[in-house]
């Protein structure tokens, strides 16, 4: 069975702070993508990689960086988090047939 | 770029009674289309997926989609709903090349008993 695992469901973080978010898939897949669900507004892409140490921006890459050393695990940094980035962070991977999985998500709380 | 648009961000339907939620997409050239479902604290999960093989796909729980080219639409049908339908729901479109995936808003849909 497919599986995407974020670390973490819930964070509080302070303003300030760096911030990891890990995801993992189990699945093999190049191509993982962060997203941040915010209500209204759908799913919005941060960053996605297509392969090791590969990196592409999204729609709203602006506080954020991502890191992928190896094909399995793809993380999403907050430098310095602010208040705007509490939100809900998704992590997905796509399959070969452009489908994707995602993760159970990690909810945010920047304080 | 794609953009999708998801009419009704709230729906309310009886228990029994027709789903239908909306999606059109903005595209010349026919993508791929998506209906994903969020269940409360969980991540999406695919409901069903169009590909060109056919233009009514039929998803999992008993959910299906038509796709009509001429209206740039892919609505999201199920014939009775039941009151596990309650969740929400997103169309997201993706184009044949490249890596990018366009979601909609999402639709909130309360199933009343």
């Known amino acids: 069975d497919v599986k995407v695992t974020q670390s973490s469901r819930y964070l509080v973080k302070r303003t300030g702070e760096k911030v990891f978010l890990e995801c993992v898939q189990d699945?093999?897949?190049?191509?993982m993508f962060w997203y941040r669900q915010d209500p209204g507004l759908g799913l919005r892409l941060i960053y996605f990689s297509y392969d090791v140490k590969m990196k592409e921006k999204g729609d709203i890459p602006e506080g954020y960086s991502v890191s992928r050393e190896k094909k399995e695990r793809f993380s999403l940094i907050l430098e310095s988090a602010s208040t705007n980035q509490t939100s809900m962070y998704l992590c997905?991977?796509?399959?070969?047939?452009?489908?994707?999985?995602f993760g159970a998500g990690t909810r945010l709380s920047v304080l | 770029a794609q953009s999708v648009t998801q009419l009704g961000s709230h729906v309310s339907v009886s228990e029994g009674a027709l789903v239908l939620l909306r999606c059109n997409y903005s595209?010349?050239?026919?993508?791929?289309l998506f209906w994903y479902v969020q269940y409360p604290n969980q991540g999406l999960q695919l409901l069903l997926k169009y590909t060109s093989a056919a233009t009514l796909v039929k998803g999992i729980n008993g959910f299906e989609a038509e796709f009509k080219k001429s209206e740039t639409s892919f609505h999201l049908t199920k014939p009775s709903a039941h009151m596990s339908d309650a969740a929400e729901y997103f169309c997201a479109v993706s184009e044949n090349t490249g890596n990018q995936f366009y979601f909609g808003t999402g639709t909130s849909l309360t199933v009343i008993p």
């Open positions: 595209s010349s050239v026919p993508p791929y």
């Open positions: 997905a991977s796509r399959d070969p047939w452009d489908i994707q999985y």
């Open positions: 699945m093999d897949h190049e191509n």
